[in-house]
């Protein structure tokens, strides 16, 4: 195991792939931000405990990839963004005129 005085701001790379960045925090409490693939397994040990899990390969939580949206909601997605880009190009150009 590996211990560290770190501070605010400091990062940790683990692998090629997991960032932890040490936020901040208190003397009870630190802020760590994670950034990892999310077909990487994060887990609280808090969590664990509650389900009665231990923290030891094959009791990882899994979560899994959503379904994939069909291409009809894919197109109505893109209709909509589209037409919101419009509106929003439209009051912009509206409020330079003003200006």
Do not use: C, W
């Not at 501070?7 to 901040?24: R, S, T």
């Not at 231990?54 to 589209?82: C, F, T, W």
């Amino acid at each position: 195991m590996l211990k560290l005085t770190v501070k605010p701001g400091e990062y940790l790379l683990i692998g090629d792939q997991v960032k932890l960045v040490f936020a901040g925090g208190s003397a009870n409490n630190l802020r760590i931000l994670v950034d990892a693939p999310r077909s990487v397994n994060i887990a609280r040990s808090a969590t664990l405990e509650k389900y009665g899990l231990a923290a030891e390969p094959g009791n990882e939580v899994k979560h899994y990839k959503e379904r994939a949206l069909s291409k009809e909601a894919q197109d109505r997605i893109k209709a909509i963004l589209m037409e919101e880009r419009k509106k929003a190009k439209t009051a912009e150009q509206r409020a330079f005129i003003r200006a």
